[in-house]
């Protein structure tokens, strides 16, 4: 099973936050404990966890 989450803002630089970021991908890590990714730009970023 995979989990997936992410955080669309116009307001907020995300690039500077990705210490938020971590903490909701270990809220995923049951989902997927053996990979994650992360795609951050400055009004986007999208987390994954995936189970193999």
């Known amino acids: 099973m995979c989990g ?6 116009a307001g907020i630089d ?5 210490n938020v970021l971590e903490k909701m991908s270990e809220t995923l890590r049951m989902r997927g404990p053996d990979g ?6 400055g009004e986007a970023a999208l987390i994954h966890r995936n189970r193999r």
């Open 36 to 41: 994650d990714g992360k795609y951050i730009t």
């Open 14 to 18: 995300l690039r500077e936050r990705k």
């Open 4 to 9: 997936i989450a992410g955080i669309i803002s």
